[in-house]
């Protein structure tokens, strides 16, 4: 089992940035964040795979960089031009063994006017 552990979320004003991170206990195949607005379904924001293939949604492409170390186990998500509509609990998911995946506990992003 791959536990993993999130940080960086907060309150930032509109136009600001913040960095996530998500840092694994283990080696991980593909690693994606997620978020969840009040009321709303969770959304795949990005992924990064162990190639450091990338992909985005088209809501955060532009203005969100997702980016991995491999020798921390950790995944960055840096967030710029932040939009109230981007305020959500942020959690990361890792694909780490066939068919088995991991969730962080999450973290709050706020973004006001």
């Known amino acids: 089992q791959v536990e993993l552990v999130e940080s960086g979320g907060g309150l930032v004003q509109a136009g600001g940035s913040l960095r996530l991170s998500c840092a694994a206990s283990?080696?991980?195949?593909?690693m994606g964040w997620y978020r969840q607005a009040p009321g709303k379904q969770r959304e795949l924001v990005a992924r990064?795979?162990?190639?450091?293939?990338?992909n985005y949604a088209d809501s955060v492409k532009g203005r969100f960089t997702i980016s991995r170390d491999n020798a921390e186990n950790t995944v960055y998500l840096q967030m710029n031009s932040l939009k109230p509509e981007d305020t959500a609990v942020y959690y990361c998911?890792?694909?780490?063994?066939?068919?088995?995946?991991?969730w962080g506990q999450g973290t709050q992003v706020t973004v006001s006017l």
């Open positions: 990064i795979t162990n190639g450091g293939f990338t």
């Open positions: 998911n890792a694909n780490w063994a066939y068919g088995r995946s991991s």
């Open positions: 283990g080696s991980f195949f593909v």
